[in-house]
């Protein structure tokens, strides 16, 4: 639903202009070579949340305050794909839905202010608000038991095959990967169905 992509660029863009003389391709290659790794390690158990938040912006030697601006900006900057809002629409008619998001909580719930999509979903589940993350099985458990559904009767729709497609696989639902770059699999992730953007889901 949300193209976080373009949010993180734009709200990058706040952060450069802002805090760093560096250029702009040193920047980014910098941030995504500390950030990668630190989500790696927090999907593992390995960091939490709040040591994530911090550290990456650390190994860049800046200070806790652009931690902070960068995640005001996040919400600031969100940014819904072309077709989410329609989609959502649609399948919101014919099935129950719920929103599970692994993000920071407090941006999570802006972004959802801004994008006003929150009434498309009976529940909202954000990860660190239930103390789980991605792609721990118990965590979609957690959402189903909300919903009074079963394992076998839902689908997780996502864009992350690490995160999400092995928060399914943990938690034996099927898992439909919206594949919009044409990545290839990844190994040992089970996919139940491909689609190239959420109008085909």
């Not at 995640?71 to 839905?97: I, Q």
Request: hydrophobic share 45%; proline share 5%; aromatic share 8%.
């Amino acid at each position: 639903m949300v193209d976080y992509a373009r949010t993180e660029r734009g709200a990058l863009h706040e952060v450069h202009h802002r805090f760093f003389r560096m250029g702009r391709a040193e920047f980014l290659a910098r941030f995504h070579a500390a950030n990668e790794p630190l989500w790696a390690a927090y999907r593992e158990h390995r960091i939490t949340l709040a040591e994530l938040r911090l550290e990456r912006w650390a190994r860049m030697g800046a200070l806790p305050s652009v931690a902070v601006a960068f995640e005001d900006a996040l919400g600031r900057n969100v940014s819904l794909f072309p077709e989410a809002r329609a989609a959502l629409r649609h399948l919101s008619r014919r099935f129950r839905l719920a929103l599970v998001t692994d993000g920071i909580a407090h941006v999570q719930r802006a972004k959802l202010r801004r994008t006003r999509i929150g009434g498309f979903f009976e529940h909202v589940v954000i990860a660190p608000e239930v103390g789980l993350r991605k792609p721990d099985g118990e965590l979609l458990h957690h959402t189903l038991d909300l919903l009074e559904a079963k394992t076998g009767d839902a689908l997780m729709v996502g864009d992350s095959p690490a995160s999400d497609g092995g928060c399914a696989q943990a938690a034996g639902v099927d898992f439909c990967w919206v594949n919009r770059t044409q990545a290839p699999p990844a190994p040992g992730i089970p996919v139940h169905r491909t689609v190239a953007c959420l109008r085909t889901v």
